[in-house]
């Protein structure tokens, strides 16, 4: 208790309070907020009750400790050596403090709000992808019809499906697009399996990389393919992931593929936003299919 009234009475040295008594507890309090959330607390009524305890404890009683602590060290020192080098330091590092701390609060309230918190069921987001899309084997059990969104996930239950099902030689899509791993693994799947691919209706981004993966590829009348680039559907960007040099290892597959240099220069030149739909004669000339059929 002596420790804690001499630093509020600001009785420790500037130094000390600065970087001890400020800078390390405060370091260690906000690592050690993670320890109240999830999935560290992995029931949300528990969770919510220990970051409370947390806030009021480290940020309402021991943050009012530090801060004043330090301010009365500051002006206790004041007219000694470079005490005003040391008390501007300390003014940035108290400034330094507070943001880091409502940033604290800020991912705290965050990351206990209802939709954003990790669901207890822990098969409920495998259970939330593979709503997302459909695979369904065709009477005769020599197709695969693929349709919705190609979610994480759906190359493993298209693996699976294949294994149960070994008279199947084709794979039948219909999709606007999905997660670029998710078309990259059926395409790769149905490429070392050497099966057929057809679009009746209209396939897009991650869905034509999965048609391109067929060892022979078979457009309807109707049909269409739909390419451009690639984008995060966040509110926030992702430093760490290249969208570029995702997008170039679809270029060197559908170079394995046989597609024309002319059609791999233009296929990602097509904003995010936007789509390319090349002409069925486009495709054929470039290698993209083999054939028009009917459906």
């Not at 998710?182 to 099966?195: D, K, M, Q």
């Not at 309807?220 to 966040?234: S, T």
Request: with cysteine; net charge positive; aromatic share 10%.
């Amino acid at each position: 208790m002596n420790y804690v009234r001499n630093h509020w009475q600001g009785g420790q040295s500037l130094l000390w309070s600065l970087w001890i008594n400020l800078v390390l507890i405060r370091t260690v309090i906000l690592f050690s907020d993670r320890f109240a959330l999830p999935p560290y607390i992995p029931i949300r009524s528990d969770a919510i009750v220990a970051t409370v305890v947390f806030c009021l404890l480290c940020h309402g009683i021991i943050y009012p400790w530090q801060i004043v602590g330090l301010l009365r060290a500051i002006k206790r020192q004041e007219g000694g050596i470079n005490s005003d080098t040391a008390a501007w330091i300390a003014y940035l590092a108290i400034a330094g403090s507070l943001v880091f701390t409502l940033l604290s609060l800020l991912v705290s309230y965050q990351s206990l709000t209802a939709d954003k918190f990790v669901v207890e069921d822990p098969l409920a987001l495998e259970k939330a992808r593979a709503s997302q899309y459909t695979l369904r084997v065709s009477p005769n059990g020599r197709q695969i019809h693929i349709s919705g969104s190609l979610a994480l996930g759906s190359g493993d239950k298209l693996s699976d499906l294949l294994d149960q099902n070994r008279a199947v030689t084709d794979i039948v899509l219909r999709s606007d697009g999905g997660h670029v791993y998710a078309g990259r693994r059926i395409a790769y799947l149905i490429n070392s399996r050497l099966l057929n691919t057809y679009v009746y209706g209209s396939c897009k981004s991650a869905c034509a990389t999965a048609f391109i993966g067929g060892a022979k590829r078979h457009l309807g009348r109707a049909a269409k393919l739909g390419f451009h680039q690639y984008g995060i559907d966040l509110r926030f960007p992702l430093p760490l992931y290249d969208l570029e040099a995702e997008q170039e290892k679809e270029i060197r597959f559908y170079r394995l593929q046989g597609i024309s240099e002319d059609f791999l220069g233009r296929v990602f030149k097509s904003s995010h936003q936007e789509i390319w739909f090349p002409t069925h004669k486009e495709l054929l000339n470039a290698g993209v299919i083999h054939d028009i059929v009917e459906e």
